[in-house]
């Protein structure tokens, strides 16, 4: 600790003799000092590299802050001092403070992603359900366009797919899908409050659940929200919304790596990305960065899709309009598997614009590739839960290790 750092001290003399605590017991107390903004104790967060106990009685405590200006310092320093000093022993406590470098930094946020991980709050959504966020690291690459013929794709061979728009600001799927009824809360049976039901579109024998905020506003409607409302809005859907029976979730992520997608990680854990990218280079560093936000929040990155890739004109001359090999680039630099090159086509934009994805009903190679990606998805990347295990859904044990920002997931068969 640096000789200049400055301390704070408390007075809490007993006026007695009273031996001075362990210090085992001096750690004890301080486990009890919750982060506010991180979420766990300041000893598992490893923010206490130092006790001093005198045998008079004064505690000095190491506390090293994220910032050394951490607004959030004055309400730490309350309730270290607050803790320690309830031992009988006590008579003073002082606090030094010190400042986190990089890597510690770096652990000390890992380790609160993996607590807010563990700890993630109940939802709406079936423990039975596949969760597959579609994410890019910036917009205009068509993740919306993949999400939903995808989601269809799903719905198409048989099974019940939910859609959630969390692209809160830059809505699009309601007019993808050809959904335009407002969303309505209802009462329903389990629930003292009213949920709100999303709106279904049936799909052969499949059915798709849409939920966005685009059925709660006009489509030209600008939304005027920052961060914290947009994380809200997402929870409430998660939270609020009475999905019923899923075997998928298709999550339609808003572009970059901000508050919406550290919500979903933490309350979704069991999420899996598919990462979507252009053929053109800096699309494929951008994306790169949804890549390490994913596992930086211990989520698996199951697979990369580019889309827009080659566009093949009448005569059958095929042009890279926008590169190439920039999905394949990113499959190799993140170690994930590349599900499919989705090739430029006008019948995409076509089926989006009339409400009627290319993968439901079109020919051609994107529709194959729509169609060929989600039978990859059914048969090998996540498969669906079967019948006999849904209620034993759920049941993980993960192996993690604190110095890695991977994790594995195992799941339990009984």
Known sequence: MPADTPSTSIGTSTGTSIAPPTHDEVMAALATVIDPELGADIVSLGMVPSVDITPDGLITVGVKLTIRGCPLRA?????????????????????????????????????????????APDTEIPLSCKVLAIASGKGGVGKSSVTVNL?????????TVGVLDADIWGFSVPRLLGISDRMEARQVEGSDKPKIVPNERPVGD????????????????????????????????????????????????PPGTG???????????????????????????????????ARRSFLEVIGVI?????????????????????????????????LGKVPLEAAVAAGGD????VSLH?????????????????????????????????????????????????????
């Open 259 to 293: 508050d919406v997608q550290m919500g979903l990680a933490r309350m979704l854990p069991s999420t899996s990305l598919i990462v979507v990218t252009t053929p053109a280079l800096a699309a494929q560093k951008v994306a790169q960065r949804a890549a390490d936000m």
């Open 75 to 119: 309400e730490i320093k309350k309730e270290v001092e607050s803790k320690v000093s309830v031992h009988p022993g006590v008579t003073d406590v002082k606090i030094s403070w010190g400042e986190m470098n990089a890597d510690e930094r770096t652990e000390v946020m890992t380790k609160a992603r993996w607590n807010a991980r563990q700890n």
């Open 354 to 357: 009339a409400g009627d994805p």
């Open 362 to 414: 079109g020919t051609g190679a994107a529709a194959d590739e729509f169609r060929s990606i989600a039978q990859q998805i059914l048969d090998e990347i996540a498969p669906p839960t079967p019948a006999a295990d849904l209620d034993m859904a759920g049941c993980t044990a993960r192996e993690f290790d604190p110095d890695d920002v991977s994790v594995t997931a195992v799941t339990i068969t009984r």
């Open 206 to 253: 499949g059915l798709l659940k849409v939920v966005s905020t685009g059925f709660l506003v006009e489509e030209d409607t600008a939304l005027m929200w920052r961060g914290l409302m947009l994380t809200k809005a997402v929870e409430q859907f998660l939270r609020d919304v009475q999905w019923g029976h899923l075997d998928y979730l298709l999550i339609d992520m």
């Open 151 to 159: 989601a269809a794709a799903l719905a198409g061979a048989g099974h």
């Open 306 to 338: 580019e889309n827009m890739s080659t566009f093949t004109c009448d005569h059958g001359e095929s042009y890279a309009l926008f590169g190439e090999g920039g999905g394949q680039a990113l499959a190799d630099a993140i170690g994930a598997p590349l």
